[in-house]
């Protein structure tokens, strides 16, 4: 028996405040700079309501800030066209009337439509892509980390400097986080996740580190190993089978440093 395919499910990303989002950033600030106003529609307001769009581009131009409703079918991408990737909420919509695409090899997950139904809020993790639940607990042991392994710093300087340079080569080496786990997400659809979860990784982490007393280079490598962590913890079913990639997960994951990396489930 054939197995039945899976529903495609849209998901729109929001402001926190539940306002769609303009569909192009720079022609956002660009129209305020005139004075003008963007319009919005807030998803929070009409949950199980069919919504119009306030002032319709031409389809499926991007002629205004705000031209279409713009959905996903790939979690791990809604992030990738916003202007304030994070926080952000998120919504089960459904597309209604007619739709359309770009219809270019790299949009395949976009949809646009001047009408949709808000269906329900959806969990905000699942921006992250399938592991976004384990990326989010990553995001919040960042600080408590991140001021751990700068007081180790402290606390041995040039033992633990000599322990960050070996695995910063065998990182760099391997291309781990630059080839590895970007290849990956590319490939199953991560990587406007990927590319988030590394930025907000990489500034809890320099942030704490710096506000613990750590020097420049201290904050750099820690900075590094927390975007190793949260890229390892997102695309750890993706880098698994074999030995020597079960090696590149382990570098992502800090194998070599002396805190054990949390054990993702």
Not at 191 to 220: F, K, R
Request: hydrophobic content about 40%; glycine content about 8%; some cysteine.
């Amino acid at each position: 028996m054939a197995r039945s395919a899976r529903p495609l499910v849209h998901y729109i990303a929001t402001r926190p405040d539940g306002n769609v989002p303009p569909t192009t950033p720079h022609l956002a600030a660009y129209y305020s700079g005139l004075g003008e106003t963007i319009p919005t529609v807030n998803l929070a307001d009409h949950i199980g309501e069919t919504v119009d769009h306030p002032s319709p581009g031409k389809k499926w131009y991007t002629d205004k800030p705000f031209s279409y409703f713009h959905m996903y079918t790939q979690p791990g991408e809604i992030l990738e066209r916003l202007e304030e990737r994070w926080p952000v909420r998120l919504w089960e919509v459904e597309p209604l009337g007619e739709t359309g695409n770009w219809g270019n090899d790299f949009a395949p997950y976009w949809l646009m439509s001047h009408q949709i139904r808000v269906v329900r809020e959806v969990e905000a993790w699942r921006v992250f892509g399938y592991r976004g639940m384990q990326v989010l607990a990553v995001l919040a042991q960042l600080p408590d980390l991140a001021r751990q392994w700068a007081e180790e710093w402290a606390a041995d300087p040039e033992g633990t400097r000599r322990t960050y340079k070996a695995w910063e080569e065998r990182v760099d080496d391997t291309r781990a986080l630059t080839s590895w786990a970007f290849w990956r997400a590319r490939h199953s659809r991560r990587e406007a996740g990927l590319q988030t979860a590394n930025q907000l990784a990489g500034d809890t982490a320099a942030q704490a580190a710096t506000d613990a007393g750590a020097d420049p280079h201290a904050v750099a490598l820690i900075r590094l190993r927390a975007r190793c962590l949260v890229a390892g913890q997102l695309m750890f079913d993706r880098i698994r089978t074999g030995e020597y990639e079960q090696s590149i997960r382990g570098l992502l994951l800090g194998a070599g440093l002396d805190t054990p990396a949390p054990v993702p489930a």
